[in-house]
């Protein structure tokens, strides 16, 4: 969709965009993508469609009214849309996940935002190099990928993207681990390894722990003990996607020894201004969305 087409498209009504998950009610999409379409005075209304699992594909179908934009999906969606979608992005089928949907020229296309969205936080958290042709480079990090889950599964896709050195996925369920290090080692090069026992985790210098897990969104639990973080160099960087609480047990025991953390804040705003940009085929008022976040 061009630009032109969402001017014209608007002037009949306003726009819809919304998430399609269930639950959304606790969603912070609405507050900065609202925020975004206002600043670039496009009229559009970003709206909670809560979906439970028997009305996904009545939802989806919607989206096909003139008036639609497309839409973010999120728990528990983003893999059962595929199907019902026309065209899949290559980086989402890889991953096997969509969290945005885009309504162009009568087709539904699934893209995974998430992916990049982490990647561009890393980035805003000095971690990588911006190259010439627009992509963060993360050679030289090896990463620690708590994990095997949706949100896991685009982290590794996106951070072996990104040229690390390494990746160590590790995950409470082992053949989930073992199944995504197959899967990656089919696109990268590097060396991929997984596991279940965190006690068996080799530490490297620079690395990147990237909790993909749940765990930390209720009470004082985490992935790793403070005995198995204190191993790690002081160099490490300990990312938590968790945002909601936003210190999780990991960030705070991290902290406390001295290592650089961030919460998920940073990749929900990154994913979001990616979404934006392919609904709209405008750059993201990235300053408007983070003041509405944070
Ligand atoms: P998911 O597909 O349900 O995966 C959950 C993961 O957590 C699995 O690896 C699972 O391990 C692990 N896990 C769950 N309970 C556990 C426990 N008690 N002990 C050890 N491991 C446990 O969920 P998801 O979609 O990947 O989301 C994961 C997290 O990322 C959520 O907190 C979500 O909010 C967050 N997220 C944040 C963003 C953002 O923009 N910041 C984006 C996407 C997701 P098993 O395989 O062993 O079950």
Redesign the pocket.
Known sequence: MSPDDVLQRQSTSPLRVGIIGDPVAHSFSPRFQQAAFDALHIATRYELWHTPADQLAERVQSLYGKDYLGANVT?PH?VSVLPLLDKIDPLAARIGAVNTIVHRNAFLYGYNT?AP?LIHALYEHSLGELQANGQVSLKGYTAVLL??????RGAAFGLTAAGIERLIIL???LE?AQSLATEVQQVYDGPVSSLSDPTFLLPHPASIIVN????G?HGDVS?LSAEQLARFASDTFVYD???NPCQTYLLRQAQAIGLRTAN?LS??LH?GALAFKLWTEQDAPLAVMRAALF
């Open positions: 728990i983003k998430d969205g994990g095997a889950g949706g949100a896991a995950n409470r369920n989930r993909a897990t749940s765990l969104m992935p996607m968790i945002y998920g990749m929900l994913q």
